[in-house]
């Protein structure tokens, strides 16, 4: 089944626009991605498991729902077929990521906006770090294993799992401990799973962009960092307590707080965004199309070390419904990253651009 979104014969643009729909998985940005298609005047389908059907119905933005038992059935022709039967653009995000690998991503037969194949480079700990080096981003440094750590280390799972389980070790006998905890879990089946980096002192700061490949343009569309469980809460128990409690905090995502960074770091930003977008329209064809996020620490030194990045659009751009400090110096509207996303595909329909953006 072909979606035939990309032989639409009419020149009429509003035309184009009915044709084509709008879709993404119920979780992570979906009622932002799908109120910004809204406002851009696309058909919104919401592909939602039944559990949460009742609360997205509140939403009268969506137009149509697909609905499943559970997001992995996205990989049935069944669930491809309806989708390319109602002319829908996937708009990938944290959860399709969370619940496909990228063989399953990359085998899908529906047009996804962005760039399908740099979702392998974000899931995949090694390829992540050979693009951020290229990019010449400063990045912590990897540790090899766990007789290597020599100072404050932070270990990670593989895979969009929203900081849950991350631990910090200092010497290999907190990383094993650290690392039974997980098997104990059943979040690992081996410590081999694991990854480790150097820890970076100082405050997280996430840079969200948007590269449009029709216009070579790049926008710093806001600026977040993340309210994290337990970390962010571990202020509120006295030192004295903490060390008596033994208390062992893990780094899983439960908001994120909007953020202004001081205006002679912005010019920093830009160039870093500018070189991702460059090294990866070389490295993974057709490039970082879309929106990405670039995730990191700045230290008391104003340096900013990238230890992540999102090729895609992040949930921290939920704060930005209504536009933010950021979007509004580009923009005379309120424009959120759904709303930049459908203008893309928008642009894209009116000069027969569409498979510069979906891959
Ligand atoms: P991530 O899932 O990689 O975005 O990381 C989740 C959280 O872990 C971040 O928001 C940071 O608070 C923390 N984090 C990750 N990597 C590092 C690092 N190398 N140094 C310091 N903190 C980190």
Redesign the pocket.
Known sequence: MVNTIFDSKTNDDKEKNRKCSITTLSSHCSLQVLKGAKDEGFKTILICEEKRLKFYKRFKFIDDFIILNNFREIVHGRIQNEINQKNAILIPHGTLISSLNSEEIEKLNIPIFGNKWILRWESDRLLKQKLMEESLLNT?KPVKNKFEIKNLS?V?LNGAA??KG?FLAWDKKSFESGASNLINQKMIKDEDELYI????MGV?VYFQFFYSPITDNIELLGIDR?Y?SD?DGIGRIPSTTQLNAVIEPT?QVIGNFPLVLRESLLYEAYEMGERFVKVSKKMISPGMNGPFCL?G?YDRNGKFTT??FSARIVAGTNLYVGGSPYSDLLYDEPMSMGKRIAKEIKLALQTDNLSKIVT
Do not use: S
């Open positions: 912590p932070i990670k929203g900081g991350y980096q150097e820890f970076i997280p993340r994290e970390i780094y995730e620490v230890f992540e």
